[in-house]
């Protein structure tokens, strides 16, 4: 036993000093590395070692200033994304530059957001205030107490939009100051810069594979197919955005701090076997939807979702969920309460079939909460909010206007218990109550996420007239663009549509309509599987297009009538109207 013991120490041993010996070489490449005993050595080594920093002609230029665009391919290659934003409308960011890409790149991740006009400045010099923030909204760190600032004897000159960045970034210990000043408004040189990345995140993962052991401090995985196993994390733990629409596990794993999840996919985050998260904050920017699952012996306490381009699922039991940002959540679970700030505006809620919550608190303006699970207690304080779950208790507060439930209209101040729609006589008059919210998803949302008719499609309702337009753009495309290419267009874009919004569209269809008709006569009966996917290609199918390979302009100004019976039995007829202009 005392053998195996001693091999497993040589072998421990080899494997650290082959580490030491691959960082030392890498950073004996720059002529310009500082010597070990330097206040800066560990942090820019760290920096070269994790590719952070990569320098020019091998020199690191350590004393240099960190410029804007320098400080976006840090942060980038730190977290790992690989998904860029259309950075067209910035004047000074060139196609051809070197950090063209970075910058874009940078906008995605929410890090970078220009100065507030056309330009992002990328060849300027980043100044101390700006780095704090960027790296703070990366590590979607909360803004902190400016008493935090007290201590630093130049805290007047700080920024108010940068106060609670700054001071978030002091307590948390990333950011600590010299000779007892921040000197907000000066530069950063990229040693200094490199300090505070490895105050801020002391190892990374970038292999995929099983993990044992971490190091003390924050941890960075940027790279799918990680499974973290029989550790604790002293610190946070940030899933990158170079996890992209993979998977990461948490096996038996402790964290200490936060779970900061900006990466994953629809079958990540899984957090199994005993393993204990205090508070889970969801902000993942790039495309795709993620869902956060424990299981039975696992605990997780907090769930803060701040953004989620394509919808979160949650799966599993948690104590408290808070959205605050304008998307898509499933819930899969059984959580206690549900708390939608002000932020949230137009955010969906699903609870799904077999899941709970006992509380939820509505804040925002145009929250829609559906689904075939149980909400025990809802209280809606924003406006034009709708809960559809049969069985819920619904408080509105005294000022909050436009309430419904499954279409009912709820008085300020009152309160009441969801029911069923009615399904004859009493009932809602209008098949489609909601449908000028709603009419995106049912006839082509998806369009403008398309990059063939990007930003070029235009969808309208007219509640009075019962009319539906939709201008298609077509200055950016040849005039022979053919009708079946919009058709699929559509009908890929709704079915790309995130889970919540697919199982808002399937609810809400089986709710209000019973039957659609079309142009040609043939009509829809609606079941409880129909989908939104299903009444589009219904749709298009009825316009009695006989030729699909013609060009779009044989499709301008052409009205269909579409006859919607709902679940009383009344009909409506709307007109779609499709139109070009170029």
């Given at each position: ?44 080594n ?33 977290f ?81 939009w ?65 499974t973290l ?70 605990s ?19 104590t408290?969920?808070?959205?605050a ?79 419904t ?18 399904t004859?006589?009493?009932g ?5 109550p ?13 369009i ?62 089986a ?54 019976t ?17």
């Amino acid at each position: 036993m005392k053998k195996y013991v001693k091999k497993i120490l040589a072998l421990a041993i080899v494997v650290t000093m082959v580490f030491s010996l691959g960082a030392t070489a890498l950073a004996a490449e720059f002529t310009d590395m500082p010597a070990s005993n330097h206040w800066a050595y560990n942090a820019l080594n760290a920096a070269v070692t994790n590719n952070l920093l990569k320098g020019d002609n091998n020199k690191l230029n350590p004393e240099a200033n960190l410029k804007r665009a320098e400080m976006a391919a840090i942060i980038n290659r730190a977290f790992g994304a690989n998904q860029a934003a259309n950075i067209s409308s910035y004047t000074d960011v060139l196609t051809t530059s070197w950090y063209y890409s970075d910058i874009a790149k940078a906008v995605l991740m929410g890090t970078f957001n220009g100065d507030g006009t056309s330009t992002m400045r990328p060849e300027s010099a980043i100044t101390r205030q700006e780095a704090f923030v960027v790296l703070a909204r990366a590590i979607k760190l909360t803004d902190g107490n400016a008493t935090a600032l007290d201590k630093f004897s130049d805290k007047a000159l700080v920024a108010d939009w940068a106060k609670g960045a700054l001071a978030a970034m002091v307590s948390a210990g990333y950011v600590n100051g010299s000779y007892g000043k921040l000197n907000p408004t000066g530069t950063i040189t990229r040693q200094e810069f490199a300090q505070v990345v490895y105050n801020t995140v002391k190892s990374y993962i970038s292999t995929p594979g099983t993990v044992t052991a971490v190091a003390d401090g924050n941890v960075m995985v940027n790279v799918a197919g990680v499974t973290l196993k029989n550790l604790t994390v002293k610190g946070d733990l940030v899933v990158g955005d170079g996890v992209a629409n993979g998977d990461f596990t948490l096996d038996n794993v402790k964290i200490v701090g936060r779970l900061v999840v900006r990466g994953g996919g629809k079958n990540s985050i899984k957090i199994i076997n005993h393993s204990s998260v205090g508070d889970i904050v969801v902000s993942k920017t790039s495309d795709g939807a993620v869902r956060v699952v424990s299981d039975s012996t696992s605990s997780v306490e907090v769930v803060y979702v701040d953004d989620g381009k394509d919808g979160i699922i949650v799966e599993g039991t948690v104590t408290t969920l808070t959205i605050a940002g304008t998307t898509d959540v499933e819930i899969k679970g059984a959580v206690k309460n549900v708390i939608v700030t002000a932020e949230a505006k137009g955010a969906e809620i699903i609870v799904a079939a077999g899941a709970t919550v006992e509380k939820l608190e509505s804040n925002a303006n145009n929250v829609i909460v559906s689904g075939e699970g149980k909400v025990t207690a809802a209280t809606v304080n924003g406006d034009n909010s709708a809960i559809n779950i049969v069985g819920t208790k619904v408080t509105v507060d005294k000022d909050a206007e436009g309430t419904t439930t499954n279409g009912t209209t709820v008085e300020s101040g009152k309160e009441v218990v969801v029911e069923k729609p009615a399904t004859g006589g009493g009932g809602p008059s209008a098949p489609l109550p909601l449908l000028e919210s709603y009419i995106d998803t049912l006839f082509g949302l998806g369009i403008a996420d398309l990059n063939d008719l990007q930003n070029n499609t235009e969808l309208g309702f007219n509640s009075t007239t019962n009319a539906i337009t939709c201008v298609i753009n077509t200055s950016n495309h040849s005039d022979d663009l053919a009708i079946s290419a919009v058709i699929t267009t559509i009908e890929t874009g709704l079915n790309l549509q995130t889970a919540a919004k697919k199982q808002f569209a399937q609810n809400y269809i089986a709710t209000y309509v019973k039957s659609i008709r079309v142009a040609s006569g043939t009509t829809l009966t609606v079941n409880s599987s129909t989908t939104a996917v299903n009444v589009a290609a219904f749709i298009i199918s009825g316009f009695n297009i006989t030729n699909t390979n013609a060009p779009l302009s044989s499709f301008n100004n052409n009205t269909f009538n579409i006859v919607v019976t709902d679940t009383n039995n009344n009909t409506i007829t709307y007109t779609l109207t499709v139109s070009l202009d170029a």
